[in-house]
């Protein structure tokens, strides 16, 4: 599977991005997807699922964060330096800074592949793409890792008594959380409720109230399943001494569809479910081991994927239609955005005010310009703090959401002279107030 990414961290906002898989005949083309997702949506990450140059080429100059996937067939060629170097001078920099790539995933679930040839050269090709991104200085901005689903533990209830399968234990995963940990990059795993639960535990996996689960050897109550599954992932790597690594969330969604014997599978608990993955991703609160974390967090999937093989509920896992209209709403949607428009299925700007006036970006600003004007703005001693973070203007934390925000605080205080927003041709003058959530832009 593929889905939404959730990194931890401590004392930030977490951000919300998602799986953009291509698996189907009907999705729009990348430019309109790229714009879409700037313009109407919170969403400032993606992960693919490979290199294709055309969505690289359309998320150019958007700063939205990009995860690249090397497939799992091309994982024995890179345990080749030369082949490692090739890969990252054809796939990587033809695209690199423009489109800000942020990470490579070596591979998808390898280890549940049970596949001999690939886990025995996974961390090799791990460590000579690393070593290609050091021979071309990318290394401090582009992290190499590689996702695994929840089938690398066992004895995970109680969560504290997780711990990875023998045999991999020592011989993949501890010297795979060495390399992670020596080159700063962060261990992906692919939790899904959706395929742990059952019809006696379906509200323990949707967030609703339910008795819980005790673990007693913490003394520890987990009231739903996504805490219980990211605290037994942090309690097999404690085992081996890797509790520092960060966790990275690759995966998790609902499908809005299933088949006639599924129970909980339709688009209303489908939106309960993601919905409540990013409140809680998001509050703060952290798990019973991890507390006081938010975490970044990549939803599966962008898009229904009408090409996948199995069951109905492989092809319904998105939070989009094909059109850009959404199948629900879990909280992403900018709010001077409507995004389910019958006449013409485009977002389309809400709140108009002829007599007000904003400065906003221009489409296709380069982000090194938006840069300058962010640290031209707040360099003038001007009120930055809302897209500092922890402001309530900081995410969508992207260079162009930021700098629109301090365009706008520049033309506004200079008295909105139309020469105030030029910004070197990278401004423009708006009525459509760019406001969203508790985030004002000021007028």
């Known amino acids: ?76 060629h890179l345990t ?3 082949s490692a170097k090739q890969w990252i001078s054809d796939q990587i920099q033809p695209h690199f800074p423009s489109t800000n790539i942020i990470r490579i995933l070596v591979g998808n679930e390898v280890i549940s592949t049970a596949n001999h040839l690939l886990i025995r050269t996974l961390i090799p090709a791990m460590q000579s793409l690393h070593t290609a991104l050091v021979s071309t200085s990318l290394h401090r901005r582009i992290q190499i890792s590689t996702p695994h689903s929840l089938g690398i533990l066992t004895n995970t209830t109680p969560p504290s008594s997780a711990k990875f399968r023998r045999g991999y234990d020592t011989n993949v995963l501890k010297p795979l ?15 899904y ?46 085992k081996l001494g890797f509790s520092d690594v960060e966790i990275v969330i690759g995966e998790i969604g609902w499908p809005s569809e299933g088949d006639i ?10 939106a309960e479910f993601n919905k409540n993955v ?4 998001n509050s703060g609160t952290g798990t019973p081991l991890m507390p006081n974390r938010t975490f970044e967090t990549y939803i599966f999937a962008l898009f229904n994927e009408n090409l996948k093989s199995g069951p109905t509920s492989e092809r319904n896992f998105g939070i989009f239609r094909s059109d850009l209209t959404p199948i629900y709403d879990i909280g992403i949607l900018r709010p001077t955005f409507r995004s389910s428009n ?34 031209y703005v ?15 203007c900081f995410l969508p934390n992207t260079v162009k959401a930021h700098s629109e925000y301090a365009m706008n605080l520049y033309y506004q205080t200079m008295e909105k002279h139309e020469f105030d927003c030029d910004f070197d041709n990278t401004g423009e003058i708006t009525t459509i107030d760019p406001s969203y959530g508790n985030c004002e832009y000021q007028a």
């Open 342 to 375: 019958p006449e013409n299925n485009t977002a389309t700007p809400v709140r108009a005010s002829p007599e007000k006036r904003w400065c906003v970006t221009k489409a296709g600003a380069e982000t090194v310009a938006l840069q300058r004007n962010i640290d």
């Open 378 to 392: 707040c360099g003038l001693g001007l009120d930055c703090r809302p897209i500092n973070e922890g402001g309530l």
């Open 278 to 281: 990013v409140t809680r991703v």
């Open 193 to 238: 409720p959706f395929f742990g639960y059952s019809i006696e535990t379906l509200d323990f996996a949707l967030f609703r109230p339910n008795p819980g689960l005790f673990d007693q050897h913490p003394k520890l109550l987990y009231t739903n399943m996504l805490d219980a599954q990211l605290d037994s992932v942090y309690s097999a790597m404690d």
């Open 1 to 76: 599977m593929a889905g939404l990414l959730i990194i931890f961290s401590t004392g930030a906002e977490a951000s919300i991005g998602v799986n953009y898989g291509t698996l189907a005949n009907n999705l729009p083309p990348p430019q309109q997807v790229a714009e879409f997702l700037l313009h109407s949506t919170v969403i400032n990450r993606i992960r693919l699922f490979d290199t294709d140059p055309h969505i690289l080429q359309a998320f150019a100059n958007t700063g939205i964060a990009i995860t690249v996937t090397v497939p799992n067939d091309q994982i024995p």
């Open 80 to 82: 080749n330096l030369s």
């Open 177 to 191: 959380l060495s390399f992670l940990r020596s080159t700063s990059s962060p261990f992906v795993v692919n939790p």
């Open 261 to 270: 014997d599924q129970i909980g599978v339709d688009v209303a608990t489908a």
